[in-house]
């Protein structure tokens, strides 16, 4: 029992409470949301006793992380409640819907005659108009000219669309567009590529109406990312890329009318071409393995590098790994990367197992002992760019050369592609381990996975690869100089390393 109380005090997961001898989870709603949940608290009995301390802790996490999702939901929402383009939006549609708008059965005014001569009555849209007002006028009192004093965002929405007879859109700024863009397309889930993309437009031309985007304005902003941004080809065709699905996106959607003047735009040939990342050397890892040997490294620093040296995986995948991930008990080791609340993956093909193997298995082993939540990894290091910094700093101080951006964190990745080449991997288990898509018509068929054992013995057969790259691939400074190779050799048989 004590052992088990220990454990449960060591493992210290919010959210979980005992309440006699049985568990139970229990979460604050915030006061913001409780009108909406209809609650001030998430209760919810676990049905494990004391002595399960263990599988209560799992199942807490993991209604915590539910109940944080419902909340980022609910807040989404609410911020969204009021968005003039989605009311607009909507009005246009409830108005279609209830044939309102010009030309529909709605907005004919009836004639009948009377004793008096002919007379017009209202349509089902002066009705609806006047329902309208009235409401308004109920909920917020009427001014001295007998008119409502003020409206709700969705009813000034539905009076501009009745009033104008036809869907209304309000001006719509690129940032509001990105932001429905992300809230449509992704289900609000950040992403780091639009909001990058949007960013530098703004920074460079501002967060103008879609309307007044013109194609001159488009062309002075693509010149300013090659030469004010010093940006890659590259980069700037993924940047016109995301502008130009977001303006199609408002287009198709908001009732935004025009060309999009991002569409066939071309990168401007002043912009540099991109420098190819390259797969590390061996004279690459024996620096970094010796400063790792050194104790100057952060615990978790080095078992993300290593995790990233021995899987391939993106530094994204590992430093978001969560322990539901890890299957250390299975007959093959392995690690699942997938779309989780916290981590997007990049693609479909993204998703897949990948085994530990050699000192990959051992790095995760450690990782596992010494998390103490759902997480593996702490939160900075979940965040892609803070990790790619902590990491760059720590092979820039190994001794790996800082190059123009050719020798970075995805060169891991780069060095387990190509040490699977070198050891004759087939295509097909290349792209299942890497992640990659395969435009061959026979990946359709069969599983489709490929089983973790053959995975397994690919990834072995590469390890000892690692590194084996011609030293023509690499340009002038990239290796480092046989000079200081020979005299870090000398510091380290003299025990003076560093």
Known sequence: MAWYMEQAVRIAVTGLKREGDWYHFRRTVPPDLREIVGKREWKRSLGLKVGDELRAAARARALWKETEAQIAELREKIAHRDDPARLAKEAGEWAAEFELLEGQRGSVRETVLHE??????????????????????????????????????????????????????????????????????????????????????????????????????VIKWLNDLAIKN??????????????????????????????????????????????????????????????????????????ILTLLRYTGCRPSEIGGLSRSEVYLDTDVPVIRVRWTEDRRVKTGSSERIVPLVGPALDACKEAVERSRSEALFSERYQNTDRLSQALMRVIHRAGIPKTNRRLVIYSFRHSIKEALRLAGVADELQDALMGH???????????????????????????????????????PGELPDPEFLAKISKGASNGTAE
Do not use: C
């Open 116 to 217: 008096r001569g002919m007379e017009a009555l209202d349509s089902q849209r002066d009705l609806a108009i006047d329902h309208i007002i009235e409401a308004a006028g109920k909920k917020f009192g009427w001014d001295e000219e007998g008119r409502p004093r003020a409206f709700t965002p969705e009813q000034e929405a539905k009076l501009a669309v009745l009033e104008a007879g036809k869907p209304v859109s309000p001006p719509l700024t690129i940032a509001r567009a990105r932001d429905l863009y992300i809230q449509d397309r992704y289900a609000g889930k950040r992403n780091k590529a639009v909001i990058q993309g949007v960013g530098q437009f703004i920074d460079l031309a501002g967060d103008l109406v879609l309307h007044d985007i013109t194609r001159p304005i």
């Open 437 to 475: 898509t395969s435009n061959h018509v026979g990946r359709g068929y069969g599983a489709q996975r490929r089983p973790a054992s053959v995975l397994s013995e690919a990834m072995a057969k590469a390890h000892p690869l690692l590194g084996e790259v011609d030293e023509t691939e690499y340009l």
């Open 230 to 303: 010093d940006q890659s080809k590259g980069t700037i065709k993924r940047r016109l890329g995301t502008l130009r699905a977001i303006f199609n996106h408002a287009r198709d959607n908001y009732g935004l009318a025009g060309d999009n003047p991002f569409a066939r735009q071309k990168v401007p040939d002043v912009a540099r071409r991109g420098n190819p990342r390259v797969p590390f050397h061996k004279v690459h890892y024996s620096l970094l393995d010796r400063h790792l040997q050194t104790g100057k490294v952060a615990d978790e620093q080095r078992l």
